[in-house]
């Protein structure tokens, strides 16, 4: 039922504090949160201390600040801790996305492989090839995220529930085109969705607040409840 796939929980709020009294902030508020180890500056005991705070916490840690085998180490740390989720890139070395599915089995983690595309948005046969090459990686969920630059990209990305729906799949849109995909793919099967802890802090293109999306989502409920 859709009424149930709406729920509070679904939304996992994104945070990208460098501080670590601001990770610790932002958590305060939410219970479903990534955290973006590659924006933030904590130390290996600081992650143990957030990712042990029973919490259902993603760890991220994109190419950029730290390379490969601090990127891997923050990962591998986070998991041990408690991770619930681990994202790794699809275009990471076999030998780093292995590492960390390791630890993830072990751990009780489950390992998320993601795409970005923050150009365009592929054919569909194109996003096909790339969430089955997702779930050959041992992919307990995959994550594929465009970039829309209008109605059809959007609706294109959403097609992809159609094609796989016995698969975990978050697959949404960046950019103002893409911007009603970050709330219909919880419609259509995605277990949830990404959001701001506010309007002030987006870390992705066309990323609304964890409050925007609460408010549609409960003017929805009320909806279909009437």
Not at 144 to 169: E, F, H, I, M
Not at 208 to 221: C, F, G, P, T
């Amino acid at each position: 039922m859709i009424s149930e796939i709406i729920q509070f929980n679904s939304i996992c709020v994104s945070i990208g504090e460098q501080t670590y009294s601001g990770v610790i902030a932002a958590l305060e508020k939410v219970d479903f949160a990534e955290i973006r180890l590659d924006m933030s500056r904590i130390t290996s005991s600081e992650i143990r201390t957030v990712f042990s705070l029973g919490k259902q916490l993603v760890a991220t840690c994109r190419e950029g600040f730290y390379d490969r085998n601090e990127r891997l180490d923050r990962l591998i740390e986070a998991v041990r801790a408690g991770a619930a989720f681990v994202d790794v890139e699809t275009e990471a070395d076999e030998d780093f996305r292995k590492a960390v599915a390791k630890q993830a089995k072990l751990n009780n983690c489950k390992l998320i492989v993601s795409y970005h595309n923050f150009e365009e948005t592929p054919s569909l046969l194109e996003m096909c090839d790339i969430v089955d090459i997702c779930k050959k990686q041992d992919a307990d969920l995959v994550k594929l995220v465009t970039t829309a630059k209008n109605k059809s990209d959007a609706s294109r990305v959403l097609s992809l529930y159609d094609k796989y729906p016995d698969t975990s799949l978050v697959a949404f849109a960046m950019g103002a085109a893409g911007l009603i995909t970050r709330v219909a793919c919880l419609f259509l099967g995605a277990p949830y969705t990404y959001a701001a802890v506010s309007d002030d802090k987006p870390l992705a293109n066309g990323q609304i607040s964890v409050e925007k999306i609460q408010n549609v989502m409960n003017n929805l409920r009320f909806k279909i409840n009437e």
